[in-house]
């Protein structure tokens, strides 16, 4: 028994993204079974992503940082190409806060919204939102925290226009998908200029080269502009 924990929570950093991942693509499959069991199957992923945070959350504060990367191991200060996530305390705080709220807005959408439908879809975007939020929380190089980034704004685009059958929440979705676009642009102009200096897009070998010169400036800039352009 004990050796499965060890197991879960060693690989709880991947299990938390890819169990909301994969249960947003089979959302759609269960649908056709029928509602109820699409709801249960929906409040089950999301509580396991939750049970995960909490793990992964418990193991930092008990054992200090995390490191996972996947397809290999990792050297403090080498060049990744790999995906890699890094989590500390805040990381781990701000995770449990990205997992238990949409475990709580699944909850209060049964009620909510049992007359509305395409529920599946909306469960989907509920589940691809919190995979992309939990991503970007976690990962440890600035090309995975655009890619997460993105799941997470174009979930949240389509959950904004999700009433289709209201113009001003169409007119909104499309709003923010322009927006979004923009903000995309600026991520990737300022990953342009990281990578062009520093020959990496490693977050921690970023942070212990950064001279903090004109270009640097710039590209922090953009990213935190894009980062408030997307919250809206």
Do not use: C
């Amino acid at each position: 028994m004990n050796e499965i924990l060890d197991f879960l929570v060693l690989h709880s950093p991947a299990l938390v993204v890819a169990i909301p991942l994969l249960g947003a693509f089979l959302t759609v499959l269960v649908n056709k079974i029928g509602d109820r069991v699409r709801n249960i199957f929906v409040i089950i992923i999301s509580a396991l992503t939750s049970i995960f945070a909490l793990l992964l959350t418990y193991d930092v504060f008990t054992n200090g940082i995390r490191t996972y990367v996947f397809g290999g191991s990792y050297n403090p200060g080498e060049t990744m190409i790999r995906i890699l996530f890094e989590i500390d305390g805040m990381n781990a705080f701000m995770l449990i806060i990205a997992a238990i709220l949409p475990f709580v807005a699944i909850i209060y959408s049964w009620a909510f919204m049992k007359e509305q439908t395409g529920l599946d879809k909306y469960y989907t975007l509920i589940l691809l939102m919190t995979a992309g939020m939990i991503g970007m929380m976690m990962t440890g190089d600035m090309f995975n925290f655009f890619v997460f980034l993105e799941i997470t704004s174009i979930a949240s685009a389509a959950l904004i226009a999700f009433w289709t059958n209201k113009g001003n929440a169409v007119a909104a979705g499309f709003k923010y998908i322009v927006i979004s676009a923009i903000g995309a642009l600026f991520v990737l102009l300022a990953i342009a200029l990281l990578y062009g200096q520093y020959d990496a897009l490693n977050m921690a070998v970023l942070a212990n080269n950064i001279q903090f010169g004109l270009l640097d400036k710039m590209a922090l800039v953009l990213i935190l502009a894009a980062l408030t352009m997307k919250a809206g």
